[in-house]
């Protein structure tokens, strides 16, 4: 949460995070997306050939886009806090931000978007080899989701499947963006096949800043639209086809957690989804996994599959001019139920877990956000 009191004389300014209120260390903090970015020459230790001998720096990625021409500031947005490359790192920052367990992202720019698929599955590969060796096993407060390849499935899913057993893997790491197609469409279900199995949750996080050939990018000048609003709107697509294309009706146990894409739209999405599902349903049956199950129709409302099958990560926190109304929005958002506690750091967004001892929030609704959600969530944090 960054609180700017003058705008005007807080441009070209690194964010200074608030200090972490001393409330929280009395509770047993998850953080559910905290950012890793390994050095490049201990990947390399873990790729196959010929990518080991070739890569020798990190790929190029798709839709690059850094702020730092107008704010004079190297490093601004990806690593403002700093940067954790293993194990030892983790811990200290985690220590110092009052967090007791953590759940590792890839760090790495927009992975997804990386220019060569090929090269893509083989960073995947090389990521969760590192952790697997040298990060999990130093300490079981450190927790991670697998990262793969979601435009190549099967890659993906033979990823999931050769990790999926160990016990520190807990989520399967996803984007979302513009750039590629919606992660709830069928094409991706060998993913869902391989998660399932293996009781893995599915983490679809904030991917191409650039969100190229959508209504959100044609036309975008600014950082603000480019990651503060756009996110937005592209995650509400992505959760669209996961509900729409009948993704948690083929895989009723399949637990999702959207990142960085928002959540004061979730009444909006409700309202407005029910609404036009009543009215027109009749192409559902033409989907392809309704094809294939011979249904006609979703198995539930819309608006239900948001308790059932999705949660959101709280990172960024928005704040109402008034406060009032930020109690409005966590009950029709059913917050202290859906959000699950994130930090993002070292981004400058970084959300430190001051915001929960917000007088609007229940103490059981803190317990929850700060970490119960998280665990009743993730099955092999159970």
Same mark, same amino acid.
Request: contains cysteine; negative net charge.
């Given at each position: ?213 959508? *209504? ?16 937005? +709107? ?46 027109? *349903? ?35 926190? +928005? ?64």
């Amino acid at each position: 949460m960054n609180v700017v009191t003058d705008p005007k004389r807080e441009i070209a300014r690194r964010i200074k995070p608030e200090p972490i209120d001393p409330r929280g260390r009395a509770y047993n903090v998850l953080d559910t997306d905290f950012h890793v970015v390994p050095e490049w020459e201990d990947l390399r230790k873990y790729m196959r050939e010929p990518f080991k001998s070739e890569l020798t720096r990190p790929p190029l990625v798709g839709g690059d886009y850094s702020p730092k021409y107008a704010t004079g500031l190297e490093g601004t947005g990806q690593e403002v806090l700093g940067r954790a490359s293993n194990a030892a790192d983790i811990l200290r920052v985690i220590d110092g931000i009052g967090v007791g367990t953590v759940i590792l992202s890839p760090g790495f720019q927009r992975p997804q978007s990386m220019f060569h698929p090929a090269i893509l599955t083989a960073v995947c590969a090389a990521y969760n080899d590192f952790l697997a060796h040298e990060v999990l096993p130093a300490n079981p407060r450190i927790k991670a989701s697998i990262m793969i390849n979601h435009r190549y499935p099967e890659d993906g899913a033979a990823e999931i499947r050769k990790h999926g057993r160990n016990p520190s893997f807990v989520g399967v790491y996803t984007e979302f963006g513009g750039n590629y197609e919606p992660l709830g469409s069928a094409a991706h279900d060998p993913i869902f096949d391989a998660a399932v199995a293996h009781d893995l949750v599915v983490v679809s996080h904030i991917g191409t800043f650039w969100q190229a050939f959508t *209504p959100t990018a044609r036309g975008t000048r600014t950082w603000v639209e480019l990651v503060g609003l756009s996110s937005v +709107c592209t995650a509400f697509t992505v959760v669209s086809s996961m509900i729409m294309q009948g993704l948690f009706d083929k895989y009723p146990t399949l637990r999702v957690v959207m990142q960085e894409g928002g959540f004061w739209w979730i009444p909006e999405f409700m309202a407005r989804a029910d609404d036009y599902y009543l009215s027109h *349903p009749g192409d559902i049956k033409l989907l392809e996994r309704k094809l294939e199950a011979g249904e006609r129709f979703l198995n539930k409302m819309p608006s239900e599959y948001f308790e059932s099958n999705i949660r959101f990560s709280s990172q960024p926190v +928005c704040f109402p001019k008034n406060d009032l109304h930020f109690k409005y929005l966590m009950e029709l958002c059913q917050g202290e139920d859906l959000l699950l506690y994130s930090s993002d750091w070292p981004h400058a967004t970084f959300d430190p877990l001051n915001w929960v001892f917000n007088p609007h929030i229940s103490e059981a609704g803190r317990r929850k956000i700060l970490g119960a959600n998280a665990r009743a969530w993730y099955p092999k944090l159970g």
